[in-house]
């Protein structure tokens, strides 16, 4: 009877509340997982003709709610990540185009709130196990200089040259360890070097001490010794999972950006031909395994009820299905998986990582919470991962949270309601080459002629120049792009054009 009683006060919550509570005096964990590069086909639960299978993940949504209109800040992996832990718009920041590149300072500025500074004055424990890829202060040998203001995009010289000037006997500063992390197990950026986990600023595993052999994929540079890229994810989780383990009365924020499916590409022996998509494809189902590990843990742990769990990704898939030096120039990096399994990891959308086109954005995202979302539910609602933080922020606290982030708008009573409810009037996004675009309803302007990014797929062309200067699109008529509108509706052009001046 008590539980019936229980169970009535929920649903009368649920109708009359925009949040359901969570248990009396207990604040909910939270757990965001970022895949990368992961497209929105990927996931057998939003793509049913995808080559990969994904139980894991398809139980999340199943049980959850899953967002099919969903995006990332930016279409390439830096300023997507600095949207999601900020709330704020990447093009804001110092880094108006690319990505950081190895050995580069921190992006995030100093005092600014993130979401695990947020949660660890609220109390919890908080936790980064993966990759980073948001600047460190790196150590510097005495008497040599590094620029620490530019960012990004350096040639192979001179990264090497930057690298020398590293001094790996001292402790790596800065980067999540000033953004609220108490516990970081880290990679910097699994493809560039220094190719090591850093543990609370000390080199976990020896000091980057050989460089690379040429066999192994990624860029020239110093590894730890018996640095494998293939276990890389799996020493990740497992430091995730002691950190869940780890016996504490306070909740947990942890932040799980693993580093499947981009490159390097290196599924564990186990997974090797256990999808039919290839490398790229076995990743994605080892990634899956791991989730399904993490929700086994959380059932054993008795904290699976009440742990908010988010899958996602930092942008779109570039189609990754191979090593190009090892296999040919079939397995290219760019489009092979369409071209050789049929397989399209950006589904339908146009384009792919980089671009200002859907292909480049629109991303899976997946919120769990068993007792305090009603799960089951696809969601059409207009959502950017820069909106996770005062979403979150909400949920975790039993009611709205205002002023925590600047560009973030918070849909929790969306999640915990029974439908979707009024959210954004409009949202922006931002291409690997500094475009921006802004949806507003119906419409979606671009305002650049071309794709936005640099990445060209030679098996699924997106390289088309326009000969207007911008672009616009009826998102409801012609979701995929192919109509491009710009000179027969100047006036719509005109109002949208304002919103990213």
């Not at 993130?114 to 609220?122: N, R, T």
């Not at 196990?129 to 960012?151: A, C, M, N, Q, Y």
């Not at 899958?311 to 998986?337: C, E, L, M, R």
């Not at 305002?447 to 088309?464: D, E, M, R, T, V």
Request: net charge neutral; aromatic share 10%; proline share 6%.
């Amino acid at each position: 009877m008590r539980k019936i009683l229980q169970a009535s006060l929920l649903l009368i919550s649920a109708t009359i509340s925009p949040w359901v509570s969570a248990q009396p005096g207990k604040s909910p964990n939270v757990i965001v997982i970022l895949a990368d590069d992961l497209g929105f086909g990927d996931l057998s639960c939003y793509n049913p003709a995808s080559r990969i299978q994904t139980p894991n993940i398809d139980k999340l949504a199943k049980n959850g709610v899953s967002f099919h209109d969903a995006h990332t800040a930016s279409s390439v992996c830096t300023p997507s990540r600095y949207a999601l832990l900020t709330g704020r718009y990447p093009w804001r920041s110092k880094l108006i185009s690319g990505v950081l590149w190895a050995y580069d300072w921190p992006l995030i500025e100093s005092g600014r709130e993130s979401m695990a500074s947020y949660f660890s004055k609220k109390g919890y424990r908080t936790a980064l196990t993966g990759k980073w890829h948001l600047g460190w202060r790196w150590p510097v040998k005495p008497g040599e200089t590094i620029d620490t203001i530019s960012f990004g995009g350096r040639k192979e010289e001179q990264t090497l040259d930057r690298e020398s000037k590293i001094d790996f006997t001292s402790r790596v500063l800065g980067g999540p360890m000033d953004c609220g992390f108490d516990y970081t197990f880290a990679v910097d950026i699994p493809s560039l070097p220094p190719f090591a986990f850093i543990e609370n600023g000390h080199w976990s595993g020896g000091i980057p001490s050989i460089m690379k052999p040429d066999t192994m994929s990624g860029a020239k540079g110093l590894m730890q010794e018996g640095w494998q890229s293939s276990d890389m994810n799996a020493r990740v989780m497992n430091k995730a999972f002691q950190f869940i383990k780890t016996p504490a009365k306070d909740p947990f924020f942890l932040y799980l950006p693993l580093n499947i499916p981009h490159q390097p590409v290196a599924p564990a022996a186990e997974f090797k031909g256990s999808s039919a998509a290839g490398d790229y494809g076995d990743f994605v189902m080892e990634m899956d395994a791991y989730i399904g590990k993490l929700i086994a843990l959380l059932t054993e742990t008795g904290a699976y009820e009440n742990t908010i769990i988010v899958f996602t990704s930092d942008n779109g898939s570039v189609n990754d299905a191979g090593d190009n030096k090892i296999k040919g120039p079939d397995w290219s990096q760019f489009g092979s998986g369409f071209s050789m399994f049929g397989h399209r990891s950006n589904g339908q959308w146009r384009g792919m990582k980089g671009d200002i086109w859907e292909g480049g954005h629109r991303v899976p995202l997946i919120i769990h919470w068993p007792r305090g979302i009603p799960g089951g539910r696809i969601s059409q609602q207009l959502v950017g991962l820069q909106d996770l933080f005062s979403t979150l922020a909400s949920l975790s606290e039993g009611k709205t949270v205002k002023g925590v982030s600047e560009d973030g708008v918070d849909f929790s009573s969306s999640l915990t309601g029974n439908k979707d409810r009024k959210g954004r009037d409009h949202i922006i996004f931002h291409s690997s080459r500094g475009e921006l675009a802004v949806r507003q309803g119906r419409w979606k302007f671009i305002n650049c002629n071309y794709s936005g990014g640099n990445l060209f797929n030679p098996f699924i062309p997106n390289n088309q120049t326009f000969t207007t200067s911008g672009q616009l699109y009826d998102m409801q008529k012609d979701p995929f792009e192919q109509n491009n509108l710009y000179d027969s509706l100047p006036s719509v052009v005109a109002k949208l054009r304002v919103l990213i001046r």
